[in-house]
Nanobody, 123 residues
């Protein structure tokens, strides 16, 4: 059973940076489409960015365009978050599926989820 683990969350100041990591014990992640999602208090979970298993093509939300970068190596998928804003505060989750060859930012498309890591952006 694929179990995902996120790390790298914490407190950052507005304009600062954090890099989140997503790994899976005993598995390599290059077989999977991977998405990063976030959920702020009182809001629905939303797709932030994803990376496909076929050609590492990516798909991102307009709210993070030019600020967040997703990339991967064989065992880890990273979400580099730059120029952070207070509205980026949320619990961040990574998720995986092995269906198809393009990634999606829809929650329903993913079968495996991590437990999340808190990101707080505050001065």
């Amino acid at each position: 059973q694929l179990q995902l683990v996120e790390s790298g969350g914490g407190l950052a100041q507005p304009g600062g940076s954090l890099t989140l990591s997503c790994t899976a014990s005993g598995f390599t992640l290059d077989y999977y489409n991977i998405g990063w999602f976030r959920q702020a208090p009182g809001k629905e979970r939303e797709g932030v960015q994803c990376i496909s298993r076929s050609d590492d093509s990516t798909n991102y939300a307009d709210s993070v365009k030019g600020r967040f970068i997703i990339f991967r190596d064989k065992t880890t998928v990273y979400l580099q978050m730059n120029n952070l804003k207070t509205e980026d505060t949320a619990v961040y989750y990574c998720a995986a599926n092995s269906r198809g060859y393009g990634c999606s930012r829809y929650v329903s498309m993913y079968d495996h989820w991590g437990q999340g890591t808190q990101v707080t952006v505050s001065s």
